[in-house]
């Protein structure tokens, strides 16, 4: 299957600080990116859903203010958490979708997770 | 409303055969993913399977019914590392996936 990889896998930063995770398709290109939030025990929850070249589209609750989504190529989209708070510590997944054959059209790829615990 | 139902947790022992179902009711339909997540990591991709029908893969099967908006992972000859949480997930009518809450499987020895 197709390859995406995701950075850092984990980081710790202080409260008011800005943190940016970064979604990267290694051998395909994604045309569309989904961001995903995870609690403890509890399912996906996504967050926005980003097309190469236009803004992201964000679910219903989630502050896009908040949470800034660029995917600025097709390889490459970044998730930044601003003035980030000890209730946004959470597991962060990214997803990515290309263009190809029909694996690529409907299979979404994941990325290893970013764990990010604020202080 | 969109919803997918699968069972919370589910106990089976090493060595033998689980089934876990999962139920859905979603605006359109373009396919039914099957993940397995372990405790904090990623989801990896078991089957996806849009037509109806048993999907064969190893250990692991997936099998479809539109109709009835049914699909069920089969796993058999369990291994303790099978224990991990197996994610249903629908594909709607915009593309977009519509998760269930996971079922939480135990394997014991």
């Known amino acids: 299957g197709a390859v995406v990889s995701q950075h850092p896998s984990w980081v710790i930063c202080k409260s008011g600080t800005s943190v940016k995770i970064e979604c990267r398709s290694l051998?395909?290109?994604?045309?569309?990116m989904f961001w995903y939030r995870q609690f403890p025990k509890q399912s996906l929850m996504l967050m926005a859903t980003s097309n190469e070249g236009s803004k992201a589209t964000y679910e219903q609750g989630v502050e896009k203010d908040k949470f800034l989504i660029n995917h600025a190529s097709l390889t490459l989209s970044t998730l930044t958490v601003t003035s980030a708070h000890p209730e946004d510590s959470s597991f962060y997944i990214c997803?990515?979708?290309?263009?190809?054959?029909?694996?690529?059209?409907?299979?979404?790829?994941f990325g290893q997770g970013t764990r990010l615990t604020v202080v | 409303g969109q919803n997918i139902d699968q069972p919370t947790e589910m106990t089976a022992t090493e060595g033998a055969i689980v089934q876990i179902n999962c139920t859905y009711q979603t605006s359109g339909f373009n396919g039914l993913f099957w993940y397995q997540q372990h405790a904090g990591e990623a989801p990896t991709f078991l089957s996806y399977?849009?037509l109806d029908g048993l999907e064969e893969k190893g250990r692991f099967s997936s099998f479809l019914s539109r109709s009835k908006g049914y699909s069920y992972l089969l796993l058999k000859e369990l291994q303790m590392k099978d224990s991990a949480s197996y994610l249903c997930?629908?594909?709607?009518?915009?593309?977009?996936?519509?998760w269930g809450a996971g079922t939480k499987l135990i394997i014991k020895p």
């Open positions: 051998d395909f290109q994604a045309t569309t």
């Open positions: 399977n849009v």
């Open positions: 997803s990515a979708r290309g263009r190809g054959g029909s694996e690529l059209n409907t299979e979404a790829f």
């Open positions: 997930a629908v594909v709607d009518s915009n593309y977009q996936l519509i």
